[in-house]
């Protein structure tokens, strides 16, 4: 009995090549896909939508708005259920119930009836990003975390690329409701799959009245330095990177290009990008640290950011696409390191970092379209540098300072122990 519970004690997590580490990375990746698949699958068809209900641009903006809104409001109480009934097991039932709320929306026939049905399937969905990162930070290796990060992070946007750009043509050539019903079939198919391929947790151990309690665990989180700063890069960098998309097609359809809404809906084409980047920002952090591929991410981001200005339609993509590579390669690394640094209440922690990144992008993507509405496409696209430079500031000021404070210890250590010999 003592053998079996120090071997369990000693576990350190899947490693990387392990036939359980796979299972779990391709468990995530299609549990990314079928969430954000359905998160997103109404943004790409939002005239249809407004015509079809007969409502205004801005009423059928709300069908996105709500949901991430659903989202951004259950990751806190989604994180308490993961830790009374298991992580696996509240991603199932939170899978699940989305599926069937997204077989329910092409019913919608009403305004109110939809918004209503959007918010709880948000709510539903809350339950991925709020659990995700800490069911891979407890069950694989350490040293391994920010690769199955980044995977799960590029699920995450092939669920929103596909979301986006199957909806649009089907709708196109049917109507709304064929569309996002066709999204709702295959996040059923990506569901089934991580039910079936989700390993059964090994270090999770259920929470009792004997541990911390919910505040306790949410102020360890909150009052850390390091923790906030990787917060603030969720609101800042999540909120600009949105307010970019939401508002680029308004941008692309004016006057200055006149494209049709056929052709808009292909900048989503760039998620593609970011598929990528999240993983090989991933691979990245790995060799040569989290801090420099988050500071260099962000840098890429601001870069793309300002290509958009220019007139030229070539070089706004190209601007789109260094933008996207950018801002994934940014949130897989901060979202893993979030699950990695926590060391109480790492639930709680996740989902902390989920609520500030629907938070910035409800609060600023919001925000992002009233500067452009009232100044134009620089302002709004300086605004967004500027959020991206105080992100880069606030992650690099807290690097060094924890540099330093290393340093003093290590400096004070070696005198004391000189002073002692002494």
Known sequence: MTATTDVTLEWEGHPRGSREYKRLVAALLFAGI???AQLYSVQGILPLIASGLEITPSQSSLAVGLATVGVAVSVLPWSVVADRIGRVKAMSISIVVA?????VVPLSSSLPVLLSIRFFEGAALGGLPAIAIAYLSEEVHRNHTALAAATYVSGTTLGGLLGRIVAGPVAEVT?????TLTVSILAAVAATLFLVLAPVPRRFRAGDSAGPSLGTRLWANLKEPGMLVLYAQAFLLMGGFVAIYNFLGFRLEGSGFGLPQSLISLIFLAYLSGTVSSRVAGQLAVRHGRAGVLAGSTLLMIAGVGLTISSNLIVI??????????????????SGWTGQR??????QATSLYNLFYYGGSSVVGWLGGVVYQQFGWTAMALFVMGLAVLALIAAASHHALTNRTAIQKKTAITTNRSTTLT
Not at 317 to 334: C, E, K, N, S
């Open 34 to 36: 079928a969430t954000f």
């Open 99 to 103: 599926t069937i709320l997204g077989l």
């Open 175 to 179: 109507n709304w409701r064929i569309g």
């Open 317 to 334: 993509l190209v601007g789109l696409v260094i933008l996207t590579v950018g801002f994934f390669a940014a949130h897989a690394i901060a």
């Open 342 to 347: 926590a060391t109480v209440g790492r639930a």
